[in-house]
């Protein structure tokens, strides 16, 4: 079975800009987190869907959204790029929500100048 | 609000001994998960062991193994025999099982092992 995916692994973008990444979770999890790592705040949660409805959300700014499709990839989106928001993201999926054990992607590092 | 705190930053050990990486977490429900997950060099974030609060008897994971202490809120990953594929950085994280937490993870600031040959 294959493991979860995000895309793209690397991306550059400059301040003011906005991005999307992608997440394809293992095929029948249908809870996919999103997770950004800094190396100044560590491992932070940014949202959490489960089929298609957004059931948890962590203490980041409106700039950041999310949306999960009826396939249960998901995508986040981060408009008004800050310097700040360089940093690894990383997607999590489980199979039965809060239940599961959470299987995470390889990530996209993003870099932003 | 939970915290999860792990205290060594850094830790090392010879190949083939055992070491003892720390965590301990302050929350106020009874119902929880914890887990340790191993991220090497590569970032890929892997799930080393799992812990259900309810369980007395601590995981264990062929060279891994837990020492959780419920009432201590303690949570401490073994590694025997390590290896030098073991050294990565380790976080231990919590989720709790209420229904309306969903899979949200909360971790510690995670303990940098390296693996002396």
């Known amino acids: 079975k294959a493991g979860v995916t995000q895309t793209p692994r690397y991306l550059i973008k400059t301040r003011g800009q906005q991005v999307t990444l992608s997440c394809s979770p293992i095929?029948?999890?249908?809870?996919v987190s999103w997770y950004q790592q800094t190396p100044g705040q560590g491992l932070q949660f940014l949202f959490e869907?489960?089929?298609?409805?957004?059931?948890n959300k962590g203490n980041f700014p409106g700039r950041f959204s999310g949306r999960q499709f009826s396939n249960s990839r998901s995508e986040m989106n981060v408009s008004t790029l800050e310097l700040g928001d360089s940093a690894l993201y990383l997607c999590?999926?489980?199979?039965?929500?809060?239940?599961?054990?959470?299987?995470f992607g390889p990530g996209t590092r993003l870099t932003v100048t | 609000a939970q915290t999860v705190t792990q205290s060594q930053p850094e830790m090392s050990v010879q190949e083939a001994e055992t070491v003892t990486l720390s965590c301990t977490y302050d929350?106020?429900?009874?119902?929880?998960?914890l887990f340790w997950y191993k991220q090497p060099p590569s970032r890929q974030m892997i799930l080393v062991i799992r812990q259900e609060a309810y369980k007395q008897q601590n995981a264990t994971e062929n060279r891994f193994s837990v020492n959780f202490q419920k009432a201590a809120k303690s949570f401490s990953l073994k590694i025997s025999d390590s290896q030098l594929g073991d050294a990565a950085m380790y976080f231990c994280?919590?989720?709790?099982?209420?229904?309306?937490?969903?899979?949200?993870?909360?971790f510690g600031e995670g303990t940098q092992l390296t693996v002396n040959p």
């Open positions: 999590a999926s489980s199979f039965r929500g809060s239940l599961g054990e959470q299987y």
């Open positions: 929350t106020s429900e009874s119902d929880y998960y």
């Open positions: 869907y489960f089929s298609e409805t957004q059931r």
């Open positions: 095929s029948g999890h249908r809870s």
């Open positions: 994280a919590y989720r709790s099982a209420k229904e309306t937490s969903g899979s949200r993870l909360t």
